[in-house]
């Protein structure tokens, strides 16, 4: 088994990234939010311009599948007539940016994220990783804890916001004002102290490795409110698609109910809706055993994927108990569920399996060269040790 290949950076509108089905064309939608015409606007460039097949990333970005060489530049057009395009591709890779669906017009996440993507396309803003990313969550229970970020914009345990460095226990105290620069300057001081050597490099990494953080930085942050399912909420209607992906007339008929914030999740909120929606491909029902399993596009979509995954998560998750998650990766690297799952199954060729317990898909295997027929057939090797 090769390594897979580490970019070290994820594809753009304006830099997209080869994949087995094409270019992959990654939109980043201002504030994650796509009025009914945007949205109605990418469905029709997806079916004209790609293979109509639209994944949700796990930084709540919308990815176009299949768009060739010949069809970028008339996407780009399309992209740019919606208001979806940034003026350079350096901008566009820095405004790496997730914020909780949950936001109201002028609340405080609203005003922070507002003011950060203007820090972050200003000439002046630093020069960061491709992967390097801001969270900002400032509701009283924060829902992106374990959202990959870098830099944390969020509630401090006896209120008041803090700007949090991902991986310390405690941050430093801002307002909707200030967290904006302080992020800016947390992400000087990261490139400054020899956190991304090569263009390369995460805030957790960095201070694993013993770098002591600037004075100030001791503010805990409030508890955690449970990830989110399929349910009514304060700000609409929240819906989950399987693994994150529909087609384009799934997506232009999600724009017929209303605006759509991009989450985190693979799930997509409806504003305003009152009522979760009856649409084919959409899941509605928090119980439902495809929301307890993450798969990447795997082989053959995806050249770095050595086995399929998306059929073998489908088949064992209703054999999953409801407390456990599944990650079926196509190969080490993990994009689809960087941090740790309870149970990952990782390809290591073709119709061959390692069983990672509490890891990543780089995790040292419980179990090896399992197939996928011993996994379907015998689900309980899953579950067996837990």
């Not at 900002?136 to 970020?149: E, K, N």
């Not at 029902?285 to 993450?294: A, C, G, K, T, Y």
């Amino acid at each position: 088994m090769s390594a897979p290949i580490v970019h070290g950076w994820c594809p753009g509108a304006l830099r997209p990234m080869a994949s087995g089905d094409g270019w992959v064309v990654r939109i980043r939608a201002p504030l994650g939010r796509l009025s009914p015409e945007q949205a109605r606007g990418i469905a029709a460039l997806s079916a004209a311009h790609g293979n109509g097949r639209i994944d949700l990333s796990a930084r709540a970005n919308m990815q176009l599948r299949g768009v060739t060489p010949d069809s970028h530049a008339p996407l780009i057009a399309g992209l740019t007539d919606l208001g979806l395009i940034d003026p350079a591709p350096e901008i566009e890779a820095r405004r790496n940016l997730v914020l909780t669906p949950f936001w109201r017009d002028g609340d405080a996440t609203h005003t922070v994220a507002r003011a950060l993507t203007d820090a972050l396309a200003a000439p002046d803003a630093p020069d960061l990783p491709g992967k390097f990313g801001f969270a900002v969550d400032c509701r009283r229970a924060p829902v992106l804890s374990d959202i990959s970020a870098d830099i944390r914009i969020e509630t401090g345990a006896k209120g008041g916001l803090i700007c949090r460095a991902d991986g310390a226990p405690g941050g430093v105290a801002v307002t909707p004002g200030t967290a904006a620069e302080t992020a800016l300057d947390l992400a000087r001081w990261f490139l400054a102290t020899g956190g991304a050597p090569d263009g390369r490099g995460r805030m957790a990494r960095h201070l694993a490795k013993g770098t002591p953080l600037p004075d100030g930085h001791s503010v805990p942050p409030a508890p955690t409110a449970p990830r989110p399912h399929p349910d009514l909420t304060e700000t609409g209607a929240l819906v989950a698609l399987e693994f994150g992906q529909m087609g384009a007339e799934d997506l232009a008929a999600l724009a017929d109910l209303g605006p759509l914030r991009l989450t985190p999740w693979r799930m997509v909120l409806i504003e305003g809706a009152d009522r979760l929606p009856d649409l084919p491909g959409l899941i509605t029902d928090p119980n439902d055993p495809r929301l307890r399993v993450v798969a990447c596009t795997g082989a053959p979509g995806c050249p770095q994927g050595l086995a399929p995954t998306r059929p073998l998560a489908r088949a064992l998750a209703p054999h999953l108990p409801n407390d456990t998650s599944l990650h079926v990766s196509g190969c080490a690297k993990g994009c689809a569920h960087p941090g740790p799952a309870p149970l990952t199954l990782v390809a290591t060729g073709p119709d061959r399996f390692d069983l990672i317990r509490n890891g990543t898909a780089a995790g040292h295997p419980a179990q090896s060269d399992l197939t996928a027929a011993q996994l379907t057939d015998t689900p309980a090797i899953l579950t067996e040790s837990l």
